[in-house]
């Protein structure tokens, strides 16, 4: 099994900035992406960003040089460093990551989520 830990949530002013991490854990041949996504109340949940293992990049426009994704390999583990939020970032993180096992097929975790406020 494979098990996603989520830290970095919390509450924020507008402008300000947090970082969020995710480690992947348990039987893992090798991670083939990882990445952040979000739901608002009401709304679907969407893509956020998303990096490959060989270091590909895709954000969704609305965080497009605000946002970061960056990966250790090593460790399994992503991170999202968040710059000048908004309100409208306001939403449920959940991580995400494509795990290749040792069958080779390629299996889709996702992480319990960590709630991001941002607000005056």
């Known amino acids: 099994q494979v098990q996603l830990v989520e830290s970095g949530g919390g509450s924020v002013q507008p402008g300000g900035s947090l970082r969020l991490s995710c480690a992947a854990s348990g039987t893992i041949f090798s991670t083939v992406a990882m990445g952040w996504y979000r739901q608002a109340p009401g709304k679907q949940r969407e893509l956020v960003a998303r990096?490959?293992?060989?270091?590909?990049?895709n954000y969704a426009e609305s965080v497009k040089g605000r946002f970061t994704i960056s990966r250790d390999n090593a460790n399994n583990t992503v991170y999202l460093q968040m710059n000048s939020l908004k309100s409208e970032d306001t939403a449920g993180y959940y991580c995400n990551a494509e795990i290749r096992k040792f069958d080779l097929r390629v299996y889709s975790y996702w992480g319990q989520g960590t709630q991001v406020i941002v607000s005056s």
């Open positions: 990096v490959t293992r060989a270091g590909e990049t």
